[in-house]
T-cell receptor
Framework: DGGITQSPKYLFRKEGQNVTLSCEQN?????MYWYRQDPGQGLRLIYY???????QKGDIAEGYSVSREKKESFPLTVTSAQKNPTAFYLC??????????????FGPGTRLTVL | AQKITQTQPGMFVQEKEAVTLDCTYD???????LFWYKQPSSGEMIFLIY??????QNATEGRYSLNFQKARKSANLVISASQLGDSAMYFC???????????????FGAGTRLFVKA
């Protein structure tokens, strides 16, 4: 079945450690996104990528890094520079970036807790 | 700056009744798209319905319809014949066209938690 997978589902990290969240899609979508969700709040965009080997900062990119070496993969690294990383992280993809319908499909999310 | 406002933190509805979830938006662009997503307790985001700013008619998808009032900048979600499985968080979202300063980014409202009572 086509879709988006994120791993792990739950992740615990000690303060000062970097951690990488995985996001893979087999939908052949060009665009991929990372969002952060805090309790009781909506989603905020961290990074997005319109095409392989290209990505742009979203609204809250500080303390995060990404790569897009393959069309199907868009891993997110939460660095020690991120002051408050405990949150729910959602990865999404869409056929292309741009105007129009262009629905985003979401993965199941990774819940990151910093101990 | 683009903005999405959902003023209802929580809503209760009786099973089988209809419910309206409010959403207002702010944008200076003429070309934009409005989305509604459902987020059950499992955390996944499920796409429900889409309305383009140039669409003449209100969007409908099964039990979901979007009451689009462009002049008022509102895009309310109407769920007819509520079911227990409709209990979830609901998010309104907007994406402006490429010409806007925000590019094609999608912004989300804070959400409304819907409780369906048996």
């Amino acid at each position: 079945d086509g879709g988006i997978t994120q791993s792990p589902k739950y992740l615990f990290r000690k303060e000062g450690q970097n951690v990488t969240l995985s996001c893979e899609q087999n939908l052949n979508h060009d665009a991929m996104y990372w969002y952060r969700q805090d309790p009781g709040q909506g989603l905020r965009l961290i990074y997005y990528s319109q095409i392989v080997n290209d990505f742009q900062k979203g609204d809250i990119a500080e303390g995060y890094s990404v790569s897009r070496e393959k069309k199907e993969s868009f891993p997110l690294t939460v660095t020690s520079a991120q002051k408050n990383p405990t949150a729910f992280y959602l990865c999404a993809s869409s056929i292309r970036a741009g105007e129009g319908f262009n629905e985003q499909f979401f993965g199941p999310g990774t819940r990151l807790t910093v101990l | 700056a683009q903005k999405i406002t959902q003023t209802q933190p929580g809503m209760f509805v009786q099973e089988k009744e209809a419910v309206t979830l409010d959403c207002t938006y702010d944008t200076s662009d003429q070309s934009y798209g409005l989305f509604w997503y459902k987020q059950p307790s499992s955390g996944e985001m499920i796409f429900l319905i889409y309305q383009g700013s140039y669409d003449e008619q209100n969007a409908t998808e099964g039990r979901y319809s979007l009451n689009f009032q462009k002049a008022r900048k509102s895009a309310n979600l109407v769920i007819s014949a509520s079911q227990l499985g409709d209990s979830a968080m609901y998010f309104c979202a907007m994406r402006e066209g490429l010409r806007a300063a925000g590019g094609f980014k999608t912004i989300f409202g804070a959400g409304t938690r819907l409780f369906v009572k048996a």
